[in-house]
């Protein structure tokens, strides 16, 4: 492959159903060992994908990250039943890090009730969007999905 994308996968599961995604839809890649983190595994595509193609690889992989980070989640809640419950929301960076925010369970439990855990995480991408790119202008000058 002559210039490649590169999506980390941070267990088997997510590598297992990226690289079916791909596989499903045709899309040359290959699989390496991630060098900087033991255990992950890093898929690279070709970076000359046609742009419908393109935006349905980064969607599964944003979806399958999500659902990562959920498992992710429910592991540390499991593990840390018998003491206090952790809970904690995923912070994607635009430098490609991901942080977590710990929590009370009882205000995730509030979140939760009122919000699903798409929204949530749109929020939270929103907020760092906007805490990594401000617009300082008036509110009233933003423009909103889907508005004027």
Do not use: W
Request: glycine residues 4%; proline residues 4%; contains cysteine.
């Amino acid at each position: 492959m002559s210039g490649t994308f590169d999506y980390i996968c941070f267990d088997d599961t997510h590598a297992r159903e990226f690289r079916t995604f791909l596989e499903a839809r045709g899309v040359p890649y290959e699989t390496r060992a991630d060098t900087k983190d033991e255990g992950h595994l890093v898929v690279s595509v070709p970076d000359d994908l046609d742009e419908e193609l393109d935006d349905a690889v980064e969607a599964e992989f944003e979806r399958l990250e999500r659902e990562y980070e959920q498992r992710l989640k429910q592991a540390l809640i499991a593990e840390d039943e018998a003491e206090k419950r952790v809970t904690a929301i995923s912070v994607n960076l635009s430098s490609g890090e991901t942080c977590y925010v710990p929590i009370p369970e009882e205000m995730m439990n509030r979140l939760l009730s009122v919000l699903s855990t798409q929204e949530i995480g749109d929020l939270v991408d929103a907020i760092v969007s906007a805490v990594e790119n401000p617009d300082t202008r008036p509110i009233c000058h933003h423009v909103t999905e889907g508005g004027d």
